[in-house]
Antibody
């Protein structure tokens, strides 16, 4: 069974940094693109970033471009999101999700992890 | 900037059908895109339901009942998620998603099963 588990969420001050991780199991992690999607409290879904299976290609929403960096360690079956220069509007539950292909192509995200909460506040 | 508009709420009774809409802004043509639908229950992550581009190009998520289906009203530039034979367990938030350039989600519709 495919399983994703995010970790690393915390309370951080504006301007601070945080690194999220997503541990994957139950599938050949090295063969699939992965993505991060966030959800502010009581709000809808917002796509954040994605990475191809090899890590060679990365993609970002305009709202996080230049502040966030996605990466993966295929030897550890783990996806990461390095978040710098955090702002209050980055407060959200961050979900990782699996794509069905090696490249980040028009497709669905399935499954999703349970999410990890990031709170940016002084 | 493309926008997907979903009604904030919808309601229907058990056994009835619910028709949830996702209207695309005029700068993007619903006929050109795969529309993806997700279900999210309180305290849980989203669950992928299905995608729909046309009657000949569609797909159901793993384990998703055939009661959930997609369609389009091209005259209204709108994607539709139809849930037939409503059950109390279908009460959830539903999100549409497309990829005009990067990934774009609608604001979600809260479906209440009365």
């Amino acid at each position: 069974e495919v399983h994703l588990l995010e970790a690393g969420g915390a309370l951080v001050q504006p301007g601070g940094s945080l690194r999220l991780s997503c541990a994957a199991s139950g599938f050949a992690f090295t063969n699939y693109a992965m993505t991060w999607v966030r959800q502010a409290p009581g709000k809808g879904l917002e796509w954040v970033s994605a990475i191809s299976a090899t890590g060679a290609s990365t993609y970002y929403a305009d709202s996080v471009m230049g502040r966030f960096a996605i990466s993966r360690d295929n030897s550890k079956n783990t996806l990461y999101l390095q978040m710098n220069s955090l702002r209050p509007e980055d407060t959200a539950v961050y979900y990782c999700a699996k794509g069905p292909f090696a490249e980040f192509l028009t497709s669905w995200f399935d499954p999703w992890g349970p999410g990890t909460l990031v709170t940016v506040s002084s | 900037q493309p926008v997907l508009t979903q009604p904030p709420s919808s309601s229907a009774s058990p056994g009835e059908s619910a028709r949830l809409t996702c209207t695309l802004s005029s700068d993007i043509n619903v006929g050109s895109y795969n529309i993806y639908w997700y279900q999210q229950k309180p305290g849980s992550p989203p669950r992928y339901l299905l995608y729909y581009k046309s009657d000949s190009d569609k797909g159901q998520g793993s384990g998703v009942p055939s009661r959930f289906s997609g369609s389009k009203d091209t005259s209204a530039n709108t994607a539709i998620l139809l849930i037939s034979g409503l059950q109390s367990d279908d009460e959830a938030d539903y999100y549409c998603m497309i990829w005009p350039s990067n990934v774009l989600f609608g604001g979600g519709t809260k479906l209440t099963v009365l």
